[in-house]
C-alpha cells in the first residue's frame, strides 16, 4: 500500500485523501441520518433510513477502517475495497446515494447525507477519469497543447501565403 500511495503525484493524492476524507464524513452522517430516518411513520422512509445506515457503515469501513478498529475483519475489508478500481468505487458509492433517495424523497437529512455520498463517488469518478487520461499517453499538458495549435496555425498560413 505504501509503495502505491508514493507514485501518486500530487493531483492524484489530493483527490485519494480528498475522496477518503468526505467518505469518512459521508459515512458517518449516513449512518447518524439512517438512525434519525428510521424514528418516522412512512415506512419508506423507515427502510430508506436502514438501507442508509448500512451503506453508511460499508461507506467508513471501505475509507476510513480506523474508525471501526473495534472489529476485526475491519483491515481485510479495508484492503479488499483498495483493489478495487476508482470507476466502480463511484458507481457503487453513485448508486449507493440513489437507492435510500429514491424511497423517501422528502426528508431533507436524507438529501445531505446521499449527497455526500454522490460527492465521495464523484471525486472517484474524476480520479478515475483522470488515471484515464494519463494512461492514454495525453500528460494534459496546456503548453504543448497550446504549441501544437500554434504550429497548426503556422502551417495554414504558409500554405495561404504560398498561394
Request: proline content about 2%; aromatic content about 12%.
Amino acid at each position: 500500500m505504501a509503495s502505491k500511495e508514493t507514485s501518486l503525484n500530487a493531483g492524484d493524492r489530493c483527490l485519494v485523501y480528498g475522496a477518503q476524507a468526505v467518505g469518512c464524513i459521508a459515512g458517518v452522517l449516513s449512518i447518524a441520518m439512517g438512525v434519525y430516518n428510521c424514528v418516522t411513520f412512512s415506512a419508506n422512509c423507515f427502510v430508506a433510513g436502514i438501507i442508509l445506515g448500512v451503506f453508511g457503515f460499508l461507506l467508513v469501513v471501505f475509507e476510513a477502517p480506523y474508525c471501526c478498529l473495534m472489529f476485526e475483519c475491519t483491515d481485510k475489508v479495508y484492503d479488499f475495497s483498495q483493489r478495487f478500481p476508482p470507476f466502480l468505487k463511484a458507481v457503487f458509492y453513485i448508486i449507493a446515494a440513489i437507492i435510500p433517495l429514491i424511497l423517501c424523497v422528502t426528508s431533507i437529512s436524507m438529501w445531505f447525507a446521499c449527497g455526500l455520498m454522490a460527492v465521495c463517488g464523484i471525486l472517484y469518478g474524476v480520479r478515475a477519469l483522470r488515471k484515464k487520461i494519463d494512461s492514454s499517453g495525453d500528460s494534459g499538458d496546456v503548453a504543448a497543447a497550446a504549441n501544437r495549435d500554434t504550429e497548426m496555425s503556422d502551417s495554414r498560413t504558409n500554405l495561404v501565403n504560398k498561394n
